[in-house]
């Protein structure tokens, strides 16, 4: 059974870095195939893709927040870090990460198919 | 990147069917059969109905379909019910090893 837990800060000010940490149960990032993804939810508003990172070290941004977000895996504790750099109030959000369905190897994988529960950040002075 | 279209928002009696579209362009749904529908409650995380377009995970009900036409994908809900009040969301793969979602769908059974 495949589960994910964001955890991090409720609260930050803005200019200040984000820091969210995945810790999975249920797959591993050695697996070929294997991917976590972080998706963004502000309030009332729609879902945004941030970011993936699969087994083999390939990652992905969203082109409009490239310059500022950071995805980056540890294979031994199960974990998947996203840092955002110098955030704003418009940041604010849930944050989810989610497992990355892959069905055949070196291809993208299909969708996100188990998420986690979402951890709500605040960015506010 | 800009987000697929989605109406924002639909309503149906129970028992009804209802589509809901998701438009894109050839750079994302056109071009690729890695569209993923989504379903998310109040408060709720997302849950996946629907991936590569057409298929349902295990343990989603038959009453969800996807298909495609072009740059749009829809998923259809038949036999409406009450607890398929929900928001509606799809998401494609797009070139350049990015992804990108719809602005979703406000479903309501009246």
């Known amino acids: 059974q495949i589960t994910l837990k964001e955890s991090g800060p409720t609260l930050v000010k803005p200019t200040q870095t984000l820091t969210l940490t995945c810790t999975f149960s249920?797959?591993?990032?050695?697996?070929?195939?294997?991917?976590v993804g972080w998706i963004r939810q502000p309030p009332g508003k729609a879902l945004e893709w941030l970011a993936l990172i699969y087994w083999d070290d390939d990652k992905w941004y969203s082109p409009s927040l490239k310059s500022r977000v950071t995805i980056t895996k540890d294979t031994f504790k199960n974990q998947v870090v996203l840092t955002m750099t110098n955030v704003d109030p418009v940041d604010t959000a849930t944050y989810y990460c989610?497992?990355?369905?892959?069905?055949?190897?070196?291809?993208?994988?299909?969708?996100?198919?188990?998420w986690g529960q979402g951890a709500m950040v605040t960015v506010s002075s | 990147q800009s987000a697929l279209r989605q109406p924002a928002s639909l309503s149906g009696s129970p028992g009804q069917s209802i589509t809901i579209s998701c438009t894109g362009s050839?750079?994302?749904?056109?071009?690729?059969?890695?569209l993923s529908w989504y379903q998310q409650h109040p408060g709720k995380a997302p849950k996946l109905i629907i991936y590569?377009?057409?298929k349902r995970p295990s343990g989603v009900s038959n009453r969800f379909s996807g298909s495609k036409s072009g740059n749009t994908a829809y998923l259809t809900i038949s036999g409406l019910q009450p607890e398929d009040e929900a928001d509606y969301y799809c998401?494609?793969?797009?070139?350049?090893?990015?992804?990108?979602f719809g602005g979703g769908t406000k479903l309501t059974v009246l």
């Open positions: 989610a497992h990355k369905l892959t069905l055949r190897l070196g291809q993208p994988g299909s969708a996100y198919d188990v």
């Open positions: 050839s750079s994302d749904v056109g071009s690729y059969n890695l």
């Open positions: 590569e377009g057409s």
């Open positions: 998401c494609s793969y797009a070139e350049t090893s990015t992804e990108v």
């Open positions: 249920g797959f591993s990032l050695i697996t070929s195939g294997e991917g």
